[in-house]
Structure formats: structure tokens, C-alpha cells
Nanobody
Framework: EVQLVESGGGLVQAGGSLRLSCEASGFTFDDYTIGWFRQAPGKEREGVSWFSSSGGRAYIAGSVKGRFTISSDNAKNTMYLQMNSLKPEDTAVYYC?????????????????WGKGTLVTVSS
């Protein structure tokens, strides 16, 4: 069974940091591109960052560039999102997802597997 399980969300004050984790199971981690998305109340789901664990160009959204960093530990089948200098507008449910290589990553429907999400709340 394919599973993506996010953890690490919570409540943090503006300017603080959180590290989200996404543990994958049921598929070969190296065969997929793993990414992070977020959805704020009343807004569409948007891509935050992604890269292929087997190499390739990474994507980072302009709104988080310089503050968020994506990384992976292939031995643990886990992807991370380090979030620094958090702002109230970063408040959202954060999801990890997996897509086949060379998919059109900018299209939500290209992402084959999804986790259930973890809530990040940034207070002002």
C-alpha cells in the first residue's frame, strides 16, 4: 500500500521555524519526484517545493524562496521541508505528494500520491 505520512506541523510564532517530514512507503522512493504543497483556508492548493530524489532541478516557490529548504534522506525514504522565518501567510495545511519523473509538475493532477496533510499555524 502506498503511503505518504506528513509530520512536524504545529503552532509557531512569526519568525519561528518548523521542519516538516514526509515518510514514504509502498513504492520505490528513488523512482518518484516528491514535493510539498500547501492549502490555506479558502485558497487553492499551491506548490511549495519539489525535486527528484534521484537528481534534477529543484523547484521552490517565489513566496518561500530564501526561507524554505527541501531535502531528503533516501535511506529513510523521507523528504523534509525546513521552514524558517515563518510568516502568518504561511499558515496552511501542508501536503507531500509523489509524481512520476518528467511529469508536468505544475499541474496538480500530475501528482499521483498524496499524504493527508499536516497543519502549520503561524501567529502574528
Amino acid at each position: 500500500e502506498v503511503q505518504l505520512v506528513e509530520s512536524g506541523g504545529g503552532l509557531v510564532q512569526a519568525g519561528g521555524s518548523l521542519r516538516l517530514s514526509c515518510e514514504a512507503s509502498g513504492f520505490t522512493f528513488d523512482d518518484y519526484t516528491i514535493g510539498w504543497f500547501r492549502q490555506a483556508p479558502g485558497k487553492e492548493r499551491e506548490g511549495v517545493s519539489w525535486f527528484s530524489s534521484s537528481g534534477g532541478r529543484a523547484y521552490i516557490a517565489g513566496s518561500v524562496k530564501g526561507r524554505f529548504t527541501i531535502s531528503s534522506d533516501n535511506a529513510k525514504n523521507t523528504m523534509y521541508l525546513q521552514m524558517n522565518s515563518l510568516k502568518p501567510e504561511d499558515t496552511a495545511v501542508y501536503y507531500c505528494a509523489a509524481a512520476l519523473p518528467k511529469s508536468d509538475y505544475g499541474v496538480i493532477t500530475s501528482w499521483k500520491y498524496w499524504g493527508k496533510g499536516t497543519l502549520v499555524t503561524v501567529s502574528s
